[in-house]
Structures are given as structure tokens and as C-alpha cells.
């Protein structure tokens, strides 16, 4: 061995030391990186069989019955968790102008009044979306009916306010 070698190797051992390396934590480390790469390979090697595996039962007619069994299932329960999440959060429970948009139920749904005369004002309230005789109309719970001829003046309606939007009441706690 050359000298530049052994000194190297001292220096080496000396940085070792140093660091607090011995023989039982590179053995340590070793054994770490080892089973690492063990794990590694069996994964990689396990997805692929299985990959393997689950074409080669998707393909049989057997495993596609079996497949639209089970995604039946899971589409099946997808779509109540879009539907419930749709009408409690997502895009039904979104404002709907009544310029562009009547709710098809009659039913209550969350409105948005505005004054019709007067200081511009906008305010929530609740309604009662009815039809009659092939027309419809918006009944508040405060003000009663909103724009209708038949009750204004002070008996059972109101010109004042009329309902500009309207979304689905979300679902009681």
C-alpha cells in the first residue's frame, strides 16, 4: 500500500471517529438502506403481478360482472354523497336569479328582497314559492304575498319588496 493510501485511510478513520461512526452503526446503516431496497423491490415486483393479475380477471367476462357489481355499489354511494353535498353546499344551494331562474317546487327557499321603492335596500328573508291558475308567485313569511294585485294595499301582500333571487333552504340541523 502507498503512503498516500494509508494516510488517507487514517484520515478517514479519524472523521469516523470524530462523527461517532463505529463498526455496529455502519452495520446498522447497511442493514437499513438493505431492507429498503428489499421493500422496494417487493413492492414494485407485487404491483406488477397484481397489475398483471387484475387485467388478466378484468378481461374474463366473470371478472367484469364481478367489476360492475362493485362499481355499481361505489357509484351508487358517490352519487348520494354528490347529491347530498349538492343540495346542502354545492351548486344548488347557490343564489338563482328570478330573471333568469323560477324553482320548479313550490316550496320555502332562502330569498333575497329588495325595495322597490324607496332607498335601494337588499335583505334574506324566507318565502313560499306558489302557482295558481298557471301563474306563481312568492309568499313571505313577514310580508305575505310579493307583487300580487289580488292582496296589495295593506291586505295580505306588499309592492314594496319583491324577490330578485332565491336557493334551497339547506337540510334542519
Do not use: C
Request: hydrophobic share 35%.
Amino acid at each position: 500500500m502507498r503512503v498516500e493510501e494509508i494516510a488517507l485511510r487514517q484520515e478517514i478513520r479519524q472523521m469516523i471517529s470524530e462523527a461517532g461512526i463505529n463498526k455496529n452503526t455502519i452495520q446498522e446503516m447497511a442493514e437499513q438502506i438493505f431492507k429498503k431496497e428489499i421493500r422496494e423491490r417487493f413492492d414494485k415486483s407485487f404491483h406488477e403481478k397484481a397489475d398483471s393479475m387484475i387485467e388478466r380477471t378484468l378481461t374474463s367476462y366473470k371478472g367484469k360482472d364481478l367489476l360492475k357489481e362493485a362499481l355499481k355499489g361505489v357509484v351508487e354511494d358517490q352519487i348520494t354523497v354528490i347529491a347530498s353535498a349538492t343540495v346542502n353546499e354545492g351548486p344548488l344551494r347557490r343564489w338563482h336569479s328570478v330573471d333568469k331562474e323560477l324553482p320548479k317546487d313550490e316550496k320555502r327557499y332562502l330569498v333575497t328582497l329588495e325595495k322597490t321603492y324607496g332607498t335601494p335596500d337588499r335583505f334574506l328573508s324566507i318565502a313560499n314559492y306558489l302557482k295558481f291558475d298557471g301563474e306563481a308567485y312568492w309568499h313571505d313569511i313577514q310580508y305575505g304575498y310579493l307583487g300580487w294585485d289580488k292582496y296589495t294595499n295593506g291586505a295580505g301582500g306588499t309592492k314594496v319588496y319583491k324577490v330578485i333571487a332565491w336557493m334551497p333552504l339547506p337540510k334542519p340541523y
